[in-house]
């Protein structure tokens, strides 16, 4: 089960949003794995997507549509990725545009295509055309819990995060879904993820606020340190809520991107916890630092560090796993004399060394806990940086030696 995770919380309908979901039976028989997202007309979007130079071929032509014109559906298949499959797989995710728009009544620009699965192998254009009429059928305002099955794969649990904030007087929405569980180390987003607002604003401060969001939440979380070649995620604004916003630097855009980035900040929090396998949180929250960067640099060390994730899974202080991870980070004239780490409230290393009140005991308890914060202090200026990832389990050799069969 996923750590902390025990189902989706309420999502909150967005006015101009309307979600279906088909059974395609598209890699397993009897299961959710078409969904459909309807966006009022008028509305506006923003996007980001994989940087991995592999990317998917519903990712190229969910780019080339997205230049194009604003978007009318998004079309999502999991089982399948349909990445690494050349020509043939952009005219396959094309294919499925068409097929859409046919069904919808638009035009195949309209319609971004997105899949996630199993790389490699043809997309089974056949069934997900077939399965169409049933998921445009099934589209409703209150469609945000089906959709969130509907697009996982190795995902234990359904990933949705609601807000509502006042703006001007007025009630705005945000809600969004997500999956992800393996081959998570975001290049700007993760797996897949959709959020959608109410708020009237144009497609530039839409993508500010999507990219400010991205890099707080998705941007910091890994599971494995692979970059999928499907990454994408999406941000609509259908302008239905009396609450426009007309510049970055207003009050108003703050309050909509602090409620924006809290969305993604806890759909990223939870495909971490159900990280394939995965039986703790831990956070790696890098202060003092130079820059941004350096921290980050730090922090992804550790988090990243085979070693320091099956000692979590051990319930194993090693100490010595993320001072050796810390150095080797590549921080320029490191002054590891100045480091200090903790396990949550507890001082393992003082001055680069043994913190003289630590013991095992201490640690050992720590260790034992869901939810871990590893603290960093690297002593050398005023930056900090949080990451989010999780430990190696036995299960995720599992997961991803079955993934196939």
């Keep these: ?41 008028g509305a506006h979007s923003a996007a980001v997507f994989t940087r991995n130079a592999f990317c998917a071929a519903p990712v190229v032509v969910a780019r080339n549509h997205l230049a194009l014109t604003s978007p009318r559906y998004l079309l999502i298949n999991t089982g399948n990725a349909n990445a690494g499959t050349g020509e043939s797989g952009l005219r396959d995710a094309q294919r499925c545009c068409e097929a859409m728009a046919q069904v919808a009544g638009c035009v195949a620009a309209e319609v971004l295509p997105f899949s996630t699965g199993v790389i490699g192998e043809p997309l089974p254009v056949q069934r997900i055309v077939a399965g169409l009429p049933a998921a ?40 969004g879904v997500a999956k992800g569980s393996g081959m998570i180390r975001p290049d700007m987003a993760t797996m897949l993820a959709f959020v959608a607002t109410d708020v009237a604003c144009d497609t530039q401060v839409l993508q500010q606020c999507l990219n400010d969001a991205v890099e707080k939440s998705f ?5 494995d ?17 009396d609450a426009p916003i007309n510049s970055v630097t207003s009050v108003a855009y703050k309050i909509f991107c602090d409620a924006v980035t809290e969305v993604c900040t806890e759909l990223a929090q939870a495909v971490v916890r159900d990280g394939e396998g995965a039986t ?10 130079a820059s941004d960067e350096e921290c980050a640099q730090v922090a992804y060390a550790v988090a990243h560090s085979p070693l320091v994730k099956t000692a ?10 993320i001072l050796a991870a810390v150095g080797r980070a590549g921080v320029t004239n490191l002054d590891v004399s100045r480091i200090d780490v903790y396990l ?23 260790m034992k806990r869901d939810e871990i914060t590893v603290r960093i202090l690297l002593g050398r200026g005023n930056h900090h940086t949080q990451v989010w990832t999780c430990d190696f389990s036995y299960d995720y050799v599992r997961i991803n030696a079955e993934y196939r069969s």
């Design 1 to 41: 089960m996923a750590v902390g995770l025990t189902g989706l919380p309420d999502m909150v309908p967005v006015p101009g949003i309307r979600l279906g979901t088909a059974r395609a039976g598209i890699k397993k028989p009897d299961r959710r794995d078409l969904v459909i997202i309807e966006i009022a007309a």
């Design 136 to 175: 445009y059928a099934s589209l409703s305002v209150t469609g945000w819990d089906d959709a969130a099955h509907g697009i996982m794969t190795t995902d234990t649990v359904a990933k949705g995060s609601s807000r509502q904030v006042q703006i001007n007087g007025h009630t705005v929405t945000v809600t």
């Design 219 to 223: 941007n910091r979380i890994t599971v």
């Design 225 to 241: 340190g692979d970059t999928s070649t499907n990454d994408a995620c999406v941000l609509i604004a259908t302008g239905h809520a």
């Design 280 to 289: 703790k949180l831990i956070t790696v929250d890098v202060q003092g630092g």
């Design 312 to 321: 979590f899974f051990a319930s194993d202080p090693n100490w010595g796993r």
């Design 344 to 366: 949550d409230d507890v001082c393992i290393v003082q001055n680069g060394g043994r913190a003289p009140t630590y013991s095992e005991d201490l640690g050992q308890q720590v």
